[in-house]
């Protein structure tokens, strides 16, 4: 399928260390990609995206960088909270149309 | 503002069944896409629909329709359910038909098929 990811990784950080996410996307093609937070019972929200002609994009506390090269994306949080705590994806995005492909999604743990 | 609303929250359903599921998208969105999510799984594209005609369709069977409204509100349909229908399905309401407008998601409808 599209979306891979039966066994979900983990990341467990300490609060106020930093986070990186990282994900590997599929197609070469993509030219837009999102982080998406998903917590417990809810739907994903939106943190912050990248087009394919930029490198790097900061947003408050966090960071996407774009290795177009190696196919890879990297979500860095700054200080993490133990709010950050939840599943995050990666989506990419193809031309003109509105069909997101999301990778296999990270479970952040944050310990207080 | 309301966000993206869908209903019902949870609901399940006996295999060979039918459901439907809606969703109102936040006042001024015209494009409303679906999406399945299996437990631990990202989101799996369904749909989309953009000023009530569909843009867009996944890999799925054919046992899936969806539809939008004069309102922009939408319904998935899945007939003769199975019982590796169970997911969260969840509505994403936009803008505009392209990706870059930016998507909000609702809470979802959890679907249990047994």
């Known amino acids: 399928g599209e979306s891979v990811g039966l066994h979900l990784p983990t990341l467990s950080v300490q609060e106020g260390d930093n986070s990186i996410i990282n994900c590997a996307y599929s197609?070469?093609?993509?030219?837009?990609f999102i982080w998406y937070k998903q917590e417990s019972g809810k739907g994903p929200q939106f943190i912050i995206d990248?087009?394919?002609?930029?490198d790097k994009r900061q947003g408050q506390r966090v960071t996407v960088l774009l290795n177009k090269t190696v196919k890879h994306l990297s979500l860095q949080i700054a200080a993490t909270q133990p709010g950050d705590s939840a599943v995050y994806f990666c989506a990419e995005n193809v031309g003109q149309g509105g069909k997101l492909i999301f990778g296999q999604g990270t479970e952040l743990s944050v310990k207080p | 503002d309301a966000g993206v609303t869908q209903s019902p929250t949870h609901l399940i359903k006996t295999r060979g069944q039918h459901v439907t599921l809606r969703c109102s998208p936040i006042?001024?969105?015209?494009?409303v896409s679906w999406y399945q999510q299996v437990l631990g799984q990202g989101p799996q594209f369904i749909f989309q629909y953009y000023e009530k005609e569909e843009r867009g369709r996944g890999n799925f069977p054919d046992r899936f329709s969806a539809r939008q409204f004069p309102n922009y509100s939408s319904e998935l349909n899945v007939n003769a359910l199975l019982l590796g229908d169970s997911a969260l399905y969840l509505c994403a309401s936009s803008l505009g038909a392209k990706a870059h407008y930016g998507y909000t998601f609702g809470s979802g409808t959890r679907l249990t098929v047994v």
């Open positions: 990248i087009r394919s002609n930029m």
């Open positions: 006042s001024g969105h015209k494009s």
């Open positions: 197609n070469s093609a993509s030219d837009y």
